[in-house]
């Protein structure tokens, strides 16, 4: 029962997403694909998971216990944290703390955990702004 609920909202969610990413404004310089694409793309994807969680569920799902749920919780602030740490603080810095955790939480040592996020900050901060020019969240630091 709990994966055709979970199946119906995801659906719910997708028909969302999907008519939020129809209202984009798009300007008169756009590229030919537009801005709108990519969102409609993704909400189509979440529908068909849905659809396929909602017609084929599984018998019975084993629920984990209060401490597994609990961590998971953790996770979802930790990233509400990040969204809101980007522009304060900077990707870099952001990124680093962020990767850093979650390494820590998959099960990784505390320092490799560390060692780990800040070389996916630097690594993705390498990649998207200094090898693409994409813009990242600028920290006191400027980067």
């Known amino acids: 029962m709990s994966d055709r609920i979970l199946g119906g909202m995801g659906l719910l969610l997708a028909i969302f997403f999907i008519w939020q ?8 310089i756009s590229d ?17 998971s849905s659809l ?8 019975e799902p084993e629920w984990p216990d209060f401490s597994r749920l609990f961590e998971v919780g953790l996770t979802v602030a930790v990233m509400i944290a990040y969204a809101y740490a980007l522009p304060v603080a900077g990707f870099v810095v952001s990124t680093a703390v962020t990767a850093g955790y979650l390494s820590w939480r998959l099960g990784t040592p ?7 996020g ?4 630097v690594g993705i901060y390498v990649i998207f702004h200094l090898v ?5 969240a600028r ?3 400027g980067f």
Not at 21 to 28: K, P, Y
Not at 34 to 41: D, E, H, L, V
Not at 52 to 59: E, G, T, V
Not at 110 to 116: Q, R, S
């Open 32 to 48: 030919p694909v537009g801005p709108k694409t990519f969102p409609i793309i993704i909400g189509v994807l979440v529908a068909v």
């Open 52 to 59: 396929a969680i909602l017609f084929k569920p599984d018998d």
């Open 110 to 116: 505390p320092l490799k955990a560390v060692i780990a």
């Open 139 to 141: 920290g006191p630091w």
């Open 132 to 136: 693409l020019g994409l813009s990242l």
């Open 21 to 28: 990413a129809t209202l984009i404004q798009e300007s008169f």
């Open 118 to 121: 800040v070389a996916i900050s």
